[in-house]
């Protein structure tokens, strides 16, 4: 081995300068290749084992979803059983319908994304499934058909009770079957850190052959240039004959070393050569000032930037394709409890779910979130929607692409917003149910076509007809011709201000309850300033009276 040593140190000045050069970079192209064909590999396994790991994260999501619906479609049978009005029963019917919908939604996602793997376990799941989807929709037609009581007579079986406990057995079994292949994948992942090593040690052997070539070059190529250029320099000053460096090598470097030698004939041209540098290096300088003024036209704009999200009322975070922070403000920190040591320009959005898991301001897993938001991502689908949080607090997400495959989003704290929605709906439905249960008939009428906007129950009584049959009608359509004439011609008085605000009697011929007698009270109503928009009519059946005064 010494004496192979020995002859390449005594054949290597034999070799060009360019076939050293040409050997070291083919050695550094085989071993870049091998690195890479390494990191391909890294690469398409890791891409493998994230698909892998998205696809158990769906899995197990429609696990959880299929349960809670099957527990909500459930829940909504129980209180059809329980219901004796019919009308109640039948909104529990009408919802069971809906959640029976959404059931058979999620399956049929989920059948999609079915491996051959899994089919076998799968089918009966899905059997059992229709089973359940056609047993409760018959359930919920039988109370919205018939009442609650053929619902529970429908329901009272063990064949109804064993396909509900054997789904409960199938979900267990797929989640079982889920959770075996999320620790099999674990450990593969735990299988890829030798890869890793050899990766790592493949790279350091890469830096080390670097690191000499770099001293290679330096000693064999640009000391011995160095030597050349100061001989260069003193002749370019006086002109002087000097003995050259380095000339005797039988590479590139004695060649440059042998022409050298003519480079005093052409010394004369060194003054044109300088001039010319002069120049260039003026035009050097007048390009690293406007290169300045640039880089201080961009930090000055970056900095309006800046300001402005800081100053932004809502929370804000913008991502790039990857899932990395690209910018985050204040706001959004504040209203997460995230820290800025967590939530940086820098940090994957993983990390910043993985906090908000951890003092409970998420509901969902971190993974589920993260795969829907790359879900969201990939179909660069813009987004509105609200979140309720632990604490009560609910806030409104404004999500939305941007040029790169980059992503931003807004949050905004609209808890209070949504607390006053509610207080004014309980306040609407207080009043609905008021004016359904009063004794006085109240209709509302439409100002400029005279049509029936609003009917309550006491004006279903007095005309004999359903609400149905009235709303959307005029008097005139609604009412032989004498009667609607008479209401009709009131109602436009009234209207022009050529009415008073007193009760006013009448004898009606009505659809279906025959001749009543009546005092109705018409109130114009406005929306703010202006002609009024609607009529409001509350009227008392005085029929009774009248007969009993005859």
């Known amino acids: 081995m010494r004496e192979l040593l020995r002859r390449f140190n005594r054949s290597l000045p034999s070799f060009s300068l360019n076939d050293k050069i040409s050997a070291a970079a083919a050695a550094f192209a085989v071993l870049v290749m091998l690195s890479t064909l390494g990191a391909l590999s890294a690469l398409r396994d890791q891409r493998l084992f994230y698909d892998r790991l998205e696809a158990l994260s769906i899995a197990a999501r429609n696990i ?36 029976i919908a959404q059931l058979s939604k999620v399956v049929d996602e989920w059948e999609s994304r079915v491996t051959d793997d899994d089919a076998a376990l799968f089918a009966p799941f899905k059997k059992r499934i229709e089973q359940f989807v056609a047993f409760r929709t018959e359930m919920a037609r039988q109370t919205i058909s018939v009442g ?42 735990d299988a890829r850190g030798m890869a890793a090593f050899y990766l790592g040690a493949l790279g350091a052997v890469i830096i080390t052959l670097i690191a000499a070539a770099a001293l290679a070059l330096r000693w064999g190529v640009l000391m011995p240039l160095l030597d050349i250029a100061r001989v260069t320099d003193r002749i370019a000053a006086g002109r ?55 880089e201080q036209g961009a930090i000055s704009s970056q900095q309006r930037l800046d300001a402005a999200v800081a100053n932004m009322a809502q929370g804000l975070i913008m991502l790039d394709s990857f899932g990395y922070v690209l910018m985050v403000n204040d706001q959004f920190r504040r209203l997460y409890n995230v820290p800025a040591s967590i939530a940086k320009p820098g940090a994957h959005v993983r990390e910043i779910l993985a906090h908000r898991a951890k003092v409970g301001l998420l509901r969902e897993k971190p993974s589920e979130y993260l795969a829907a938001l790359r ?116 109602a ?36 703010g300033e202006g002609e009024p928009k609607y009529l409001l009519s509350i009227i008392e059946d005085r029929t009774q009276d009248q007969r009993a005064a005859a």
């Not at 009234?494 to 005092?519: F, M, W």
């Open 64 to 99: 959880e979803r299929t349960n809670a619906l099957i527990y909500a479609v459930v829940m909504e049978s129980r209180g059809i059983y329980m219901s004796a009005d019919r009308t109640v029963a039948r909104r529990y019917a009408d919802s069971q319908l809906a959640k």
């Open 148 to 189: 609650s009581s053929a619902a529970r007579e429908l329901g009272d079986n063990d064949e109804n009770r064993a396909v509900r406990t054997a789904l409960n057995e199938d979900l267990e079994k797929l989640s079982r079957l889920y959770a075996d292949r999320t620790r099999e994948l674990g450990e593969t992942a």
């Open 240 to 294: 002087i004959k000097l003995k050259i460096p380095h000339a005797r090598r039988h590479d590139e470097i004695g060649r440059v070393a042998q022409a050298v030698a003519t480079y005093q004939d052409g010394a004369f041209r060194l003054h044109e050569l300088e001039q010319h540098e002069v120049e260039i290096e003026r035009q050097y300088t007048d390009i690293l000032r406007q290169h300045e003024q640039l």
């Open 375 to 490: 879900e969201r991502m990939k179909e660069r689908r813009a987004e509105i929607f609200e979140v309720e949080l632990a604490d009560g607090r609910i806030i409104r997400i404004s999500e939305r692409p941007v040029d790169g495959g980059g992503w931003i989003a807004t949050h905004e704290d609209f808890t209070a917003q949504r607390r006053a929605e509610r207080k004014l709906a309980r306040a609407e439905y207080f009043l609905a149910a008021l004016l359904e249960n009063i004794p006085q008939a109240v209709l509302a009428k439409e100002a400029q076509s005279l049509r029936y906007m609003f009917v309550n129950r006491a004006a279903e009584r007095l005309f004999g007809v359903p609400r149905t049959d009235i709303i959307g009608r005029t008097p005139a359509e609604l009412f032989s011709p004498p009667t609607g004439a008479i209401l009709e011609e009131a």
């Open 492 to 527: 436009r008085e009234q209207l022009a201000g050529r009415g008073d605000d007193e009760p006013r009697a009448h004898s009606i011929l009505t659809p279906g309850n025959g001749p009543r007698d009546i005092v109705v009270r018409r109130l114009p109503v406005s929306i």
